[in-house]
T-cell receptor, first 116, second 114 residues
Framework: DSGVTQTPKHLITATGQRVTLRCSPR?????VYWYQQSLDQGLQFLIQ???????AKGNILERFSAQQFPDLHSELNLSSLELGDSALYFC???????????????FGPGTRLTVL | QQQVKQSPQSLIVQKGGISIINCAYE??????FPWYQQFPGKGPALLIA?????SEKKEGRFTISFNKSAKQFSLHIMDSQPGDSATYFC?????????????FGTGTRLTVIP
């Protein structure tokens, strides 16, 4: 158990809908990362937050947005869903962003999104 | 573009054999190279990681070999066991433009045959 929690575990919805995925980082971790894992794309970095502020953006679509709240939990919002958005969405957390050094990321169990 | 290239895509090894997975990267600013293990239905879990100041790191049956000049690193699993059957991801990261996100390889599905 990594200490990172994600809800819900499974989500089934229809095209055009909007969903919210939730992540609680490990106790004490300030950074939260969101990744999308699909069969043909592997693990793709979406976005990173550090202590409430956006730090980096990866391959995140404009239909997707995220935020990190004062209690450090994070939400990933996916709107105008398309069939191709069906994937596993992982949240990871790390302690901090020390300059010049990578930081260990701990992954949650993921949310499996199915868009019908 | 794929910042980290991983091979092979799949690997079948006999129990007791050595599993070798290779990765290559381009960005010389990367300074952290972790390997993650993922079982079906689970999130990736950190297996072992290396920094570029050493050429090898060993933890139990798992060894990372790192070649800075070639910009390559590999995972060796000695005495492979059926319980090692999983998907393995290499990654590279470091502090860049105020962030330290990881770039992942495409994964290697390892099957260890009893």
């Amino acid at each position: 158990d990594s200490g990172v929690t994600q809800t819900p575990k499974h989500l089934i919805t229809a095209t055009g809908q909007r969903v919210t995925l939730r992540c609680s980082p490990r106790s004490g971790d300030l950074s939260v990362y969101w990744y999308q894992q699909s069969l043909d794309q592997g693990l793709q970095f979406l976005i990173q937050y550090y202590n409430g502020e956006e730090r980096a953006k990866g391959n995140i679509l404009e239909r997707f947005s995220a935020q990190q709240f004062p209690d450090l939990h994070s939400e990933l919002n996916l709107s105008s869903l398309e069939l191709g958005d069906s994937a596993l969405y992982f949240c990871a957390s790390s302690l901090r962003t020390p300059p010049g050094r990578g930081d260990t990321q701990y992954f949650g169990p993921g949310t499996r999104l199915t868009v019908l | 573009q794929q910042q980290v290239k991983q091979s092979p895509q799949s690997l079948i090894v006999q129990k007791g054999g050595i599993s070798i997975i290779n990765c290559a990267y381009e960005n010389t600013a990367f300074d952290y190279f972790p390997w993650y293990q993922q079982f079906p239905g689970k999130g990736p879990a950190l297996l072992i990681a290396i920094r570029p100041d050493v050429s090898e790191k060993k933890e139990g049956r798992f060894t990372i070999s790192f070649n800075k000049s070639a910009k390559q690193f590999s995972l060796h699993i000695m005495d492979s066991q059926p319980g090692d059957s999983a998907t393995y991801f290499c990654a590279a990261g470091g502090y860049q433009t105020g962030a330290n996100n990881l770039f992942f390889g495409t994964g290697t599905r390892l099957t260890v045959i009893p």
